[in-house]
């Protein structure tokens, strides 16, 4: 099924043409003999059959016509107009849309029961595909649309880790995976007639029942990234101090004082408790 133009005219034109046959034939029916009377019927007959071809059409709407169960084409151009009699008009929106879909459970690819939820924006392309090709492309559009969140959940992992190493994850990639989800849905609209315009994750977040034990461990790697940016930083601060004594001659150190000197300035930088300073004032010895 394709969308096509059906034959339209001006529907005002044809609107006067309908009330003058129907005007004129009840005049012709009221005060004319016999023979006139079944000329007002008939004159009257034929406003009512240009009547049933009339049909408006409002901005950004479309109308598709079937005649007697067959499919003749689509009105697209807003305004009034007059088509083929006898056919039955149904209207298709063709403004943009938009909605949200159900918290979905679904596992990760890593097998972490997650909570997943999207907005899907999108239009109808084909307004005869819309009708005929699928029984209620609206349901049709939900239902796939979750279909999709859920095999695109399932590829990625929520959060990147040591298995999956630089892979494009649902948290940090939310852009690149709103992309990968929007080609996934316009391949399950298609049939439909539909165009998905954009589809990006509103709601991600682990599962109730493993949510504490995943924040303990984001925790974790949070701790571990800080300790490790702290210890980069004490290396060389460490290093930076004993080169310029080194070249300042500010004191003669050997291996052992300056190992000395590593471990107190490493204690001293990387502590979290503040630390006490042990002043050596030489020996009376």
Wanted: glycine share 6%; proline share 1%; hydrophobic share 45%.
């Amino acid at each position: 099924m394709r969308e096509k133009s059906i034959f339209k005219m001006n529907g005002f034109a044809a609107l006067i043409i309908a009330l003058i046959c129907i005007g004129f034939g009840i005049f012709l029916i009221v005060t004319g003999a016999i023979s006139e009377i079944i000329t007002g019927v008939l004159v009257f007959l034929l406003g009512l059959i240009i009547a049933t071809s009339l049909t408006i059409v409002q901005p950004n709407e479309a109308k598709v016509l079937t005649f007697f169960g067959t499919y003749l084409g689509v009105i697209r151009d807003q305004g009034l107009w007059a088509t083929i009699p006898f056919t039955f008009k149904r209207s298709v929106s063709l403004r943009v849309t938009n909605f949200n879909s159900e918290k979905l459970k679904v596992n990760d690819l890593d097998g972490n029961p997650i909570e997943i939820a999207a907005v899907v924006v999108y239009k109808v392309r084909d307004a005869a595909k819309a009708l005929y090709d699928v029984e209620n492309y609206k349901n049709f559009i939900h239902i796939q649309s979750e279909t999709g969140i859920r095999h695109i959940a399932s590829t990625y992992a929520y959060d990147s880790n040591e298995n999956n190493g630089n892979a494009l994850t649902l948290r940090q990639n939310s852009d690149e995976v709103a992309d990968v989800l929007v080609t996934d849905l316009q391949k399950r609209l298609d049939v439909a007639g539909v165009d998905v315009i954009e589809a990006r994750i509103m709601h991600l977040a682990y599962s109730s029942e493993i949510a504490a034990a995943m924040l303990q461990r984001q925790q974790a790697q949070a701790v571990l990234s800080a300790r490790k940016v702290i210890v980069d930083g004490a290396v060389g601060l460490v290093k930076a101090a004993i080169d310029q004594l080194t070249e300042q001659d500010i004191v003669d150190l050997d291996e052992e004082k300056k190992a000395q000197m590593v471990n107190n300035l490493m204690v001293a930088i990387v502590s979290e408790k503040g630390t006490q300073p042990i002043i050596n004032t030489g020996s009376i010895y």
